[in-house]
């Protein structure tokens, strides 16, 4: 396998700031419940994976947008000690940094509700201005928490330059038919991809997906691991799960899974050996309550892949 270490990635996403609530179960309509815990921690998916890229070992930059608040200037600060290059996360005075209100209950299970702020207003403009930032990359990384004409003027400015586009269609939502062919990798969990492909089984969505243009199609099955399929390999390929010692947060797993995978794929490594050391990201990830935290480390990473 190719080693997680080289290789530069740019993310074009979301920036948030999460608010998590901890209760036992979650509240029925006009229901009041106790919560047991309460934090905030950094998010949003763009965010979460640029941690995630960056932890695994990628070189980094992020292109988003954050509030001229509190919470905005605490994203640009943990963004640059983690080492990843901020000059594209552009200061918003017209708007907050974006939001997100997550409920866990008693078996790590959420509910998420955002508040788009200042992502609503990442535009096509921040995304030429980084023309020569995407074009050296080797991983173009975005997801739908921000407008999709920008996500497609960046998938664009990613093919112009041969840069592989990595795409995490989360939220799930409608797509412009030109931007399906500019998807190297769609990754999607089982939600997403009936929404997308219209069709409860994965195998079946895959398919469906592929068909629209996408190049390969790696659907997220939680704690069963995924599924690789491809334009020259329409068979599915099951990429196993690893074994988790206790759940406590599944909110940062996919991100978890998207950002180690951008960064071994940046690294030289097949969609399927990307794909396992998404898998092991994602096992990790839900053992940590908060996103951005639960973000594991090249080493974390290695140590479960070597350990199974």
């Not at 270490?5 to 006009?30: L, Y």
């Not at 600060?77 to 409920?103: Q, R």
């Not at 929404?195 to 790696?218: E, F, Y």
């Not at 050391?277 to 974390?300: H, R």
Request: glycine share 12%.
């Amino acid at each position: 396998m190719a080693s997680l270490f080289g290789g530069s990635v740019v993310v074009v996403g979301s920036c948030n700031i999460d608010m998590v609530t901890r209760a036992t179960r979650f509240p029925s309509a006009g229901e009041h419940l106790i919560a047991s815990d309460f934090g905030t921690y950094l998010g949003g998916k763009g965010a979460n994976q640029a941690f995630a890229a960056a932890r695994a070992g990628a070189s980094v930059s992020m292109v988003g947008r954050v509030g001229s608040d509190a919470f905005g200037t605490q994203m640009i600060e943990a963004l640059a000690e983690a080492g990843i290059a901020i000059d594209a996360v552009a200061v918003d005075h017209d708007a907050p940094t974006g939001n997100a209100s997550i409920w866990l209950d008693a078996l790590g299970e959420n509910r998420i509700l955002i508040f788009p702020g200042a992502n609503a207003r990442v535009s096509k403009s921040d995304i030429r201005k980084q023309l020569g930032t995407i074009g050296a990359a080797s991983v173009l990384l975005v997801q739908l928490e921000v407008p999709v004409d920008t996500i497609a003027e960046a998938c664009r400015a990613a093919r112009d330059a041969g840069v592989r586009v990595v795409l995490n269609a989360a939220p799930a939502s409608h797509l412009p038919a030109d931007l399906w062919t500019l998807i190297d990798v769609l990754v999607v969990n089982q939600t997403e991809a009936l929404a997308l492909g219209g069709d409860t089984d994965p195998v079946r969505s895959s398919r469906v997906l592929i068909s629209k243009g996408v190049g390969t199609v790696v659907i997220t099955l939680g704690g069963a691991g995924c599924i690789v399929m491809s334009d020259v390999n329409p068979e599915p390929i099951a990429i196993q799960s690893f074994p988790v010692r206790s759940v406590v947060d599944t909110t940062g797993a996919g991100d978890a899974f998207c950002g180690a995978l951008a960064a071994s794929l940046a690294s030289g490594a097949s969609v399927e050996e990307a794909a396992r050391v998404g898998n092991a990201a994602g096992s990790l990830a839900v053992e940590v309550l908060g996103a951005i935290p639960s973000m594991p480390t090249y080493e974390q990473i290695q140590r479960r892949l070597q350990g199974h």
